[in-house]
């Protein structure tokens, strides 16, 4: 005689729970790094915004630095998918297109929907740089990898044959004009629109950087 048959632990419910606890997690970091600042927020704050204890952050991203470099990933890809920004659908089609002058006014407006997630937090994040530690930390490695990210696009618009400075003053200027700095004074302060910020952003890009043929 065969014995009971034991139930199947069914984990699934309780896997969909951590992950909506990460999400209110990092959504409720974001907010008060770029409200209340990344140095004045505590785990105690984020996790009472969050609706969760403060274990519940620990056991989720270990300390408040993990946390930061957690929540800017996800803003700046606007999910919490794994995949590096080059890879992504809307910068894939952007290599494809052969057009140079097309290319940069469709990544101005790229550039500018990212801005609309990450400057306010990137803002945050180089106004604690000063006093904090992972937060310079921070802002040191946001640099590097969009310096990089920003190489990558010169060296396809170089490709193109049409590009009319050097593969490296291209890269600078990019990385200059998308760190969040022009569209805040724009948009937030003069009170831009980001449609008319996105078609400033592609002229004076394609102005600088493209051959025009007589």
């Not at 002058?101 to 604690?128: D, E, K, P, Q, Y």
């Amino acid at each position: 005689m065969s014995g009971p048959v034991k139930r199947r632990y069914d984990s699934s419910r309780r896997q969909e729970q951590a992950k909506e606890n990460r999400r209110r997690i990092l959504s409720a970091a974001h907010d008060l790094f770029v409200t209340k600042g990344y140095g004045r927020t505590t785990i105690a704050d984020v996790a009472a915004e969050a609706g969760v204890a403060p274990e519940t952050v620990y056991s989720a991203f270990k300390n408040k630095p993990a946390l930061l470099h957690r929540t800017w990933d996800v803003t700046v890809g606007g999910d919490d998918e794994d995949v590096p920004m080059l890879e992504r659908p809307p910068l894939r089609a952007l290599f494809a297109e052969p057009d140079l002058r097309t290319r940069f006014a469709a990544f101005a407006i790229v550039n500018t929907a990212a801005m609309r997630r990450t400057a306010r937090l990137h803002l945050a994040v180089r106004g604690a740089a000063a006093s904090d530690p992972a937060a310079a930390a921070m802002l040191a490695e946001i640099d590097r990898q969009r310096l990089e990210s920003m190489g990558g696009h010169a060296r396809e618009a170089a490709a193109t044959g049409r590009l009319a400075v050097s593969e490296d003053e291209c890269r600078d200027v990019l990385w200059s004009t998308t760190d969040g700095t022009l569209w805040h004074r724009l948009v937030e302060c003069q009170g831009w629109s980001d449609e008319r910020y996105a078609a400033w952003l592609g002229r004076l890009w394609v102005s600088s950087f493209v051959v025009t043929f007589g």
